[in-house]
């Protein structure tokens, strides 16, 4: 089993509507993070989280919001969706006792 | 800030040659340096990392990269190319603040 699951893996949507991405992980890790790919640009940082009560911006914040439901879940919102916004994106977790992030399969959104 | 840079956004070598992929960094201090790969349609996974200690890595699929804090440089080498080592790489860094900052990936080609 997958230690840290994305849903959807794929969405396409219309602009203006509002996205839900799910994270969860079973790895037991306190920090979540969430990011874009795209095309020659690697990947940036929307936001992370180092615990429940703890979520901070990325480079790339704007027209994005994050909940942090529980340890193990990170979600990822699009209040009102915008083609520029097509992209891949990952979710990626890292813990105490380990120092690189483990991530998820990504979510590929495409909005119309 | 954390910076990196990595030359060559697609590097095509053959079957059997050698792979260089070339990963600079800035860092006002001493950084925890990874290499992830990302296959067609999936996640990253860690292929090495630095933390402390010896500055030559080894790690998964044959591949070991060198730290030289001299030159700012973290390279990715192979001996030998096979055909499975097609995908796209990145090289990333860790600050203290447990935020990671990533390259803009070099895509690789391996040519039969």
Known sequence: DADVTQTPRNRITKTGKRIMLECSQTKGHDRMYWYRQDPGLGLRLIYYSFDVKDINKGEISDGYSVSRQAQAKFSLSLESAIPNQTALYFCATSGVAYNEQ?????????VL | AQSVTQLGSHVSVSEGALVLL?????????????????????GLQ?????????????????????FKKSETSFHLTKPSAHMSDAAEYFCAVR???????????TSLTVIP
């Open chain 2, 95 to 105: 600050n203290t603040g447990n935020q990671f900052y990533f390259g803009t990936g």
């Open chain 2, 46 to 66: 860690l292929l090495l990392k630095y933390t402390t200690g010896a500055t030559l890595v080894k790690g998964i699929n044959g591949f070991e990269a060198e």
């Open chain 1, 102 to 110: 483990f991530f998820g399969p990504g979510t590929r959104l495409t």
């Open chain 2, 22 to 42: 070339r990963c600079n960094y800035s860092s006002s201090v001493p950084p925890y340096l990874f290499w992830y790969v990302q296959y067609p349609n999936q």
